[in-house]
């Protein structure tokens, strides 16, 4: 794999967002069709954006040819609430996804919602590093093979929100978190856990994140999506609202 030390990444830019969440669907279909070895590993991400893509992937012509029988999902964050709780993440995303496809059950790994939220943090760590087959990440060995973020517009992507001491996290792969502007608290991916990808790709709609956008792929050191980095590439699907301005 390429390295791709910064989150100023490849751009894909999509004339509505419509549009956006059909070729990103498609770039999804081809990634997992030329990997056909199992399993093909996603961390999804919460938010309102990606639940367009969500809707689409349980459509024709997505759901009949994603190899849905390989596929593992992992959630790269959540708030800690009950998975029937209106603001899960993973409660979202079986109303929207899971439910509708022919996924295994045993291919799907929530983030644990019993017990305090520094256990279930270790608790997703230890499934983690079981299905990794160990406990440090390697170079060349990708823990996920697609991770999708967001980006909020602060500059936050995941749970990984600006001032936070997570942000300083690089030894555990998933950490609780109480974000100051957020009501729950939360378990998110850390850094390297992203980093070992081989595909990060964050999915933006929508003129409200421009400027977030482009602070973030000038590398601005106030939003914590700046410091996201790819062992692998990372690809930024863009709606032309969100796109940033053309450079002279």
């Known amino acids: 794999m390429t390295e791709q030390n910064t989150a100023n990444g ?15 669907a498609d770039w999804l279909v081809k990634q997992t069709l030329q990997r056909p070895e199992a399993p093909f590993r996603i961390a999804l991400s919460g938010g309102s954006t990606p639940q367009h893509l969500y809707r689409l992937m349980t459509e024709e012509p997505y759901v009949s040819r994603f190899p849905w029988q390989r596929m593992q999902f992992f959630l790269g964050d959540d708030r ?25 059950a045993e ?3 929530p983030m644990p919602d019993k017990g305090t939220a520094e256990q279930a943090a270790k608790e997703y760590e230890a499934t983690l590093k079981q299905i990794y087959q160990g406990d440090a990440l390697q170079a060349d060995k990708p823990l996920f093979d697609l991770n999708l973020l967001g980006l ?8 990984l929100f600006p001032g936070q001491p997570v942000l300083q996290e690089r030894t555990t792969w998933v950490a609780p978190c109480v974000p100051p502007v957020a009501p729950h608290t939360r378990l998110t991916l850390t850094y390297p856990a992203i980093h070992a990808s081989r595909h990060v790709i964050f999915l933006v709609e929508g003129a409200d994140k421009k400027e977030a956008v482009a602070r973030v792929r000038a590398q601005d050191p106030a939003c914590p999506a700046s410091a996201i980095t790819s062992a692998g590439d990372l690809i930024w699907f863009l709606d ?9």
């Open 152 to 159: 909020g517009t602060d500059g936050h992507t995941a749970s």
């Open 107 to 109: 291919n799907i790994f």
């Open 10 to 24: 490849a751009l894909h830019i999509s004339a509505t967002r419509d549009s956006l969440m059909h070729d990103l």
């Open 80 to 104: 800690f609430v009950p998975h029937d709780h209106a603001d899960s993440n993973y409660g979202m995303m079986r109303r929207l996804l899971f439910s509708r496809v022919p996924v295994p």
């Open 240 to 248: 032309q609202p969100a796109a940033p301005a053309p450079q002279n």
